[in-house]
Each structure stands twice: as structure tokens, then as C-alpha cells.
């Protein structure tokens, strides 16, 4: 019997009319039924607001979890946004459980479909014939504080999907930054800070910037200057296995940012950041394709001229 779970922003939950067909359509997938289990707060909202469904979906205590997934389970479903997709990250982890996106949100870039296309996709055997992308993650490890407190990460959940970010607080204007690459000076950075971005998130934060696009598939992270104060410093592509250290310079401190996971850090400290020694797992219906995305989604290539 296949284990679905399903995880959503509770404020952004899909109108019950889609939520219903998108639960029919995985229902009706299998050879055997399936068993649904939903986050906490996704399972809040529907008491709330469909408690029709929520009297068929959630009849048994053992249907929700909170911040682990249910033993064994083999898909799950990421109803939202990009933001959305990437904290799914946080609960899938080094399990290797695929996620399936399925847009709520706005953009909705990373996601496999939008909510019209439930019907359209998710056939009897989509499982098996959908695109598995494994996804590069990084890993931030090693901090040094330079005996003004324990070498200890401050965060509990080390990794990113998209990028690691290194800026400037409140007390600093900008930011002085030396980044080593396995060892060997690179090069330092002055102004709001530094991303160290996956392929994934190449087409987030780190393009806004300047930095270029690396498909999904490529086995390389990226470093791309915030708001550089010298016009002579470029973004630079790396190969997935070297090792980046960022060491601040001036002793006040700054943010560094997994995602959206944030902590403010004060004195001179340094930290690593490397590939991780797992992969996230997206599925993706086959006609799903990552040049037709960045042309439909970020309008890349676009040119009113030729219609």
C-alpha cells in the first residue's frame, strides 16, 4: 500500500473544489488504495474550512505529522509556491522521497504542474512514468567563531536547496568577505554580501543578481556577488565537489541564510559550504521541460518582435 503525505502553507490552501479533485485523482492512481497523511496545520485548515473532506481524509489520529514524515513514504505532495517546494526540503531530508509539486502559489517555477493540470497528469501510472531530477543540496558546516563562542552550527537543519547567503546587518553598511576555494584564496567581496548558490537556485536569488543559469541537472554550485561595491567582480561557476569557506572580515558581524532559514551572527567567524552527501528528488511529468520553464515562467528569451 503506497504512503502519499501531503505538505502546504495552511494560508494558502487551494479552494476545496481543486483540493477534492487532486485527492480523487491520487486516489484513483494506484492498483490498491493509498493511504493520505497530512501536515498538522494543512489538517487544521481543512477541519476549518472543508470539514466535509476533512471527515472522509482525516477519520484516524495517525493521518497527520508535523515535522517528521510517516515511516516509508513513497511521494510527497507539495501543494504551494517555489517557497513552498523549498521547505519541503526540511522534511524529506536524506530520504530520498520524492516530491511532487503541484502550484498554488504565484510563479510556481520549481513545481511539476499548476492545479489545472491535475486531471491532465496525474493518470493511473503517472508515478512510474514521471521524470525523477535529482537536485543538488548544500551543505553549510564548519563554522570557526574564533574563541568568542563554541564551534557549534547555529543551525539545526544545515542545508539549502537553493542557496547559501551571506549579507550585511542592520549595523553594517556593507560587508567585507574573503571566500577560499579548497583551500586557495579566490577573492574578496565588498558590498551586501555573497550567495553560494545550487543549479536550482540559479534561477532564483543568484539570477537577480547577475548570475547565470545552470540547468538542474549540473553538478556545480555558483558565487555570485551582492550589490558589489567593484564593478570588476563577476558571478563564477564551480565544480559540485570543491569546498567554499566565506570568512567575514571587521568583526561586526553578519547574516547568513539557508533558504529562508536566517541567523544574525556577531565578531568575525568563518564557515564551509559544500555539496551535501544526499540529493533532493523532484518528479516531473515528461513533457515537462526545463528550457520550455525558464521560457513560460521567467520569459526568458522573450522578444515582442517575433510573435
Given at each position: 500500500?503506497?504512503?502519499?503525505?501531503?505538505?502546504?502553507?495552511?494560508?494558502?490552501?487551494?479552494?476545496?473544489?481543486?483540493?477534492?479533485?487532486?485527492?480523487?485523482?491520487?486516489?484513483?492512481?494506484?492498483?490498491?488504495?493509498?493511504?493520505?497523511?497530512?501536515?498538522?496545520?494543512?489538517?487544521?485548515?481543512?477541519?476549518?474550512?472543508?470539514?466535509?473532506?476533512?471527515?472522509?481524509?482525516?477519520?484516524?489520529?495517525?493521518?497527520?505529522?508535523?515535522?517528521?514524515?510517516?515511516?516509508?513514504?513513497?511521494?510527497?505532495?507539495?501543494?504551494?509556491?517555489?517557497?513552498?517546494?523549498?521547505?519541503?526540503?526540511?522534511?524529506?531530508?536524506?530520504?530520498?522521497?520524492?516530491?511532487?509539486?503541484?502550484?498554488?502559489?504565484?510563479?510556481?517555477?520549481?513545481?511539476?504542474?499548476?492545479?489545472?493540470?491535475?486531471?491532465?497528469y496525474l493518470k493511473p501510472g503517472f508515478f512510474d512514468h514521471f521524470r525523477r531530477e535529482n537536485r543538488l543540496v548544500l551543505e553549510a558546516c564548519e563554522f570557526d567563531f574564533y574563541g568568542e563562542q563554541e564551534n557549534e552550527n547555529p543551525f539545526a537543519f544545515p542545508y539549502a536547496l537553493n542557496e547559501v547567503t551571506v549579507y550585511k546587518n542592520d549595523v553594517s553598511p556593507l560587508v567585507l568577505l574573503d571566500v577560499?576555494?579548497?583551500?586557495?584564496?579566490?577573492?574578496?567581496?565588498?558590498?551586501?554580501?555573497?550567495?553560494?548558490?545550487?543549479?536550482?537556485?540559479?534561477?532564483?536569488?543568484?539570477?537577480?543578481?547577475?548570475?547565470?543559469?545552470?540547468?538542474?541537472?549540473?553538478?556545480?554550485?555558483?558565487?555570485?556577488?551582492?550589490?558589489?561595491?567593484?564593478?570588476?567582480?563577476?558571478?563564477?561557476?564551480?565544480?559540485?565537489?570543491?569546498?567554499?569557506?566565506?570568512?567575514?572580515?571587521?568583526?561586526?558581524?553578519?547574516?547568513?541564510?539557508?533558504?529562508?532559514?536566517?541567523?544574525?551572527?556577531?565578531?568575525?567567524?568563518?564557515?564551509?559550504?559544500?555539496?551535501?552527501?544526499?540529493?533532493?528528488?523532484?518528479?516531473?511529468?515528461?513533457?515537462?521541460?526545463?528550457?520550455?520553464?525558464?521560457?513560460?515562467?521567467?520569459?526568458?528569451?522573450?522578444?515582442?518582435?517575433?510573435?
Amino acid at each position: 500500500m503506497k504512503k502519499i503525505a501531503f505538505y502546504g502553507k495552511a494560508a494558502k490552501l487551494v479552494q476545496l473544489s481543486m483540493f477534492e479533485e487532486l485527492l480523487s485523482a491520487l486516489g484513483e492512481t494506484w492498483p490498491e488504495p493509498a493511504r493520505f497523511f497530512f501536515a498538522h496545520d494543512l489538517a487544521e485548515r481543512m477541519r476549518m474550512e472543508f470539514p466535509s473532506l476533512a471527515a472522509r481524509y482525516l477519520d484516524e489520529p495517525d493521518k497527520l505529522y508535523t515535522d517528521e514524515l510517516p515511516e516509508n513514504t513513497d511521494l510527497l505532495v507539495c501543494l504551494g509556491g517555489d517557497g513552498t517546494m523549498l521547505d519541503t526540503l526540511h522534511l524529506v531530508k536524506d530520504t530520498n522521497v520524492p516530491v511532487l509539486g503541484i502550484n498554488f502559489g504565484r510563479l510556481g517555477f520549481l513545481n511539476a504542474l499548476n492545479a489545472d493540470g491535475i486531471k491532465t497528469y496525474l493518470k493511473p501510472g503517472f508515478f512510474d512514468h514521471f521524470r525523477r531530477e535529482n537536485r543538488l543540496v548544500l551543505e553549510a558546516c564548519e563554522f570557526d567563531f574564533y574563541g568568542e563562542q563554541e564551534n557549534e552550527n547555529p543551525f539545526a537543519f544545515p542545508y539549502a536547496l537553493n542557496e547559501v547567503t551571506v549579507y550585511k546587518n542592520d549595523v553594517s553598511p556593507l560587508v567585507l568577505l574573503d571566500v577560499f576555494v579548497d583551500g586557495s584564496f579566490m577573492n574578496t567581496y565588498y558590498g551586501d554580501g555573497v550567495l553560494i548558490s545550487s543549479p536550482t537556485g540559479s534561477t532564483a536569488y543568484s539570477l537577480s543578481c547577475g548570475g547565470p543559469i545552470l540547468i538542474p541537472s549540473a553538478d556545480n554550485m555558483l558565487v555570485t556577488p551582492i550589490a558589489s561595491h567593484t564593478l570588476t567582480v563577476r558571478p563564477l561557476v564551480l565544480e559540485g565537489y570543491q569546498e567554499i569557506m566565506v570568512k567575514t572580515r571587521g568583526g561586526k558581524g553578519c547574516r547568513v541564510m539557508l533558504d529562508s532559514t536566517m541567523v544574525e551572527i556577531g565578531g568575525s567567524f568563518s564557515f564551509k559550504i559544500r555539496k551535501a552527501g544526499f540529493k533532493f528528488v523532484a518528479i516531473y511529468p515528461p513533457e515537462r521541460n526545463f528550457f520550455d520553464a525558464i521560457r513560460e515562467k521567467l520569459m526568458w528569451g522573450l522578444d515582442i518582435r517575433h510573435k
